[in-house]
């Protein structure tokens, strides 16, 4: 803990007391007020490029996140072969996507972000991830990867995992088919383009862990996974961590979208896309190639577990999805 108080005496910053909040991220405890202060695992280049975007957020006035505190004038502080930064606490509740309240206000603090989340300075930047136009290529790659688990999943004895990815493959892949053919006959190219021309950037982890609700505010905290893409699949994000359990959807499909409509408003041609890309099964494609690529040590009884969980979202999907599009104004759905 002593390395922990020398490093934040390096920001001007004298600690009264330092507490451990989660693996490398700590609460630093100050007579002026609290900080968070985090060991970063990103590369140097990924660390200038979130700095460059916390800078311009900075510069256009948006107030909804945990402000990065320089070290030196450099917007971290590199120490061994480790790096650290240091943000101002934001006080609040931790959101509970369970909560209406706080599910609007994480709605509405993604769309005011959304509205200044646009620089051509990060389109240059070495650390920058693009993934405007990749959203076809990736449907048409993980279809591919799906049609491959399957063949691997019908090779001799079935495990339980197994049986459930075959029992379930028809409508995940229907599903993802699905996607990929709105996503081919939508404004999507047009859309991505147009985001690409302002550098559009877009939070990307919008877990109910980086929300921080303060009255009916919300802010946003945790930048590590920022790129370039389109703002719609944050959205699109947001709407499938809220919604997985299928409790209460209608009034939380009400929620996210006066929400974020409210303060920026999506044309019908976004809907569309927006629809084309929540077809898509995430997770069940996730979850498949965790298992049959080996890249996860978890154990048979996890996988399992995980796979119901995911069989379970499908239906809950296919319940709130028809709610949404009448909510997004775009009507039933004529394929269903």
Not at 131 to 156: P, V
Request: charge should be positive; glycine fraction near 6%; include cysteine.
């Amino acid at each position: 803990m002593e390395k922990l108080y020398s490093i934040v005496k390096k920001w001007g910053i004298t600690p009264q007391h330092i507490e451990e909040i989660k693996f490398n991220v700590w609460r630093v405890k100050t007579s002026h007020g609290d900080y968070a202060l985090k060991c970063s695992e990103l590369n140097q280049n990924r660390l200038d490029f979130i700095a460059t975007a916390h800078e311009h957020l900075n510069l256009c006035g948006f107030q909804n996140f945990a402000k990065p505190i320089s070290c030196k004038g450099l917007p971290y502080l590199s120490h061994g072969d480790d790096f650290y930064t240091l943000y101002d606490w934001v006080c609040g509740e931790p959101c509970n996507f369970d909560n209406i309240g706080h599910l609007r206000a994480a709605a509405e603090a993604l769309g005011k972000f959304h509205l200044y989340s646009r620089s051509e300075k990060l389109l240059e930047n070495q650390g920058a991830k693009f993934s405007y136009f990749s959203w076809i290529e990736k449907t048409g790659k993980r279809i591919e990867d799906m049609e491959k688990f399957q063949a691997l999943a019908s090779l001799g004895e079935r495990n339980f995992f197994e049986k459930m990815y075959l029992g379930f493959y028809e409508p995940f892949m229907a599903k993802a088919k699905k996607s990929k053919k709105l996503l081919l006959t939508s404004s999507y190219p047009g859309i991505a383009h147009d985001d690409f021309k302002v550098g559009a950037f877009i939070h990307y982890d919008v877990a109910a862990r980086n929300f921080i609700i303060q009255g009916k505010e919300g802010y946003l905290i945790d930048f590590d996974y920022c790129t370039l893409d389109m703002p719609i699949v944050d959205l699109m994000r947001l709407i499938k961590r809220s919604l997985k359990y299928g409790n209460d959807s209608e009034s939380k499909i009400k929620a996210i979208v006066s929400g974020y409509t409210n303060v920026k408003p999506l044309t019908k041609k976004q809907w569309e896309v927006l629809y084309a890309l929540l077809l898509f099964p995430q997770k069940y494609w996730r979850l498949a190639e965790r298992y049959f690529g080996k890249d996860t040590v978890w154990s048979l009884d996890t996988f399992n577990k995980k796979i119901r969980s995911v069989v379970k979202e499908l239906e809950n999907e296919n319940r709130w999805l028809p709610i949404l599009r009448q909510e997004a104004g775009l009507g039933e759905d004529s394929e269903r």
